[in-house]
């Protein structure tokens, strides 16, 4: 797959409703963990870990869009 293909893919993904509302869902529930001073520092640390998954997904994304985009005006 060249990278205008992989881009393509990668902005419906983002457009994607079940794809958001899974990811937004796993924001939401870290931030309540965070919030709630009866947490388990072991709860704690698995939403920082659900959060940086989520993050590194982001930036995944990120890096196939603006390679994509450095290609094109290249």
């Given at each position: 797959m060249n990278k205008q293909d992989l881009a393509g893919r990668v902005?419906?993904?983002r457009e994607d409703e079940v794809l958001v509302y899974v990811l937004g869902g796993i924001k939401d529930d870290a931030t309540t963990i965070f919030s709630n001073p009866r947490s388990s520092s072991e709860q704690v640390i698995e939403a920082h870990q659900?959060?940086?998954a989520v993050?590194?997904?982001e930036s995944a994304f990120d890096a196939i869009s603006a390679d994509a985009k450095?290609?094109?005006e290249s």
């Open positions: 902005k419906t993904l659900a959060i940086q993050g590194y997904l450095i290609d094109r």
